[in-house]
């Protein structure tokens, strides 16, 4: 994906508060547990995840496929990632513990996602990208991408920054 917002200049983030992240994205976010979302790689304006698939996620039991409801809040989940890094990005100055508290500042405002193929495998893979971080409102593109690397689905979403 192109990138289209610059992040700070070498922003690198301590392993505590990767740490911390991945620990409130994957374990405290419920929800997100319950999609099974690991976190695979984050940096300032892009964050990258993944999907086991389970029973539990088929949407169509004669084919296997992936429910679209586990695709649109994943990718969904991954946006908001996406834009609390680059907010968290833009306040380095902070502790990883006030950074980590910028979390529950954020909320989707608009959420669009085109499936193009049928999400069938064995895992998915997912990435977001800040397109613009805004004062008040961020925006989004992400995709879902099969295990062999072919784009399954796309999302765009904006989110209200408070």
Not at 51 to 71: E, K, Q, T, W
Not at 113 to 141: K, N
Request: a neutral charge; one cysteine or more.
């Amino acid at each position: 994906m192109p990138h289209h917002i610059t992040p700070p200049a070498d922003i690198r983030f301590e392993d505590e508060f990767i740490t911390g992240v991945k620990k409130v994205f994957e374990e405290m976010i419920v929800f997100n547990r319950l999609l099974g979302l690991k976190i695979t790689s984050v940096a300032p304006t892009q964050v990258r995840a993944r999907i086991d698939m389970r029973n539990d996620l088929v949407g169509h039991f004669a084919y296997n496929r992936i429910h679209g409801g586990v695709i649109s809040a994943s990718l969904d989940a991954l946006g908001g990632l996406a834009v609390t890094m680059a907010i968290c990005a833009r306040h380095m100055d902070e502790s990883p513990t006030q950074r980590m508290q910028r979390f529950a500042k954020l909320g989707t405002i608009d959420l669009r996602v085109d499936y193009l193929r049928p999400g069938i495998g064995e895992w998915f893979e997912l990435h977001a990208e800040v397109m613009r971080l805004g004062s008040r409102v961020a925006s989004t593109r992400m995709e879902f991408l099969g295990a062999d690397g072919k784009l399954l689905s796309t999302g765009s979403a904006a989110y209200i920054v408070s």
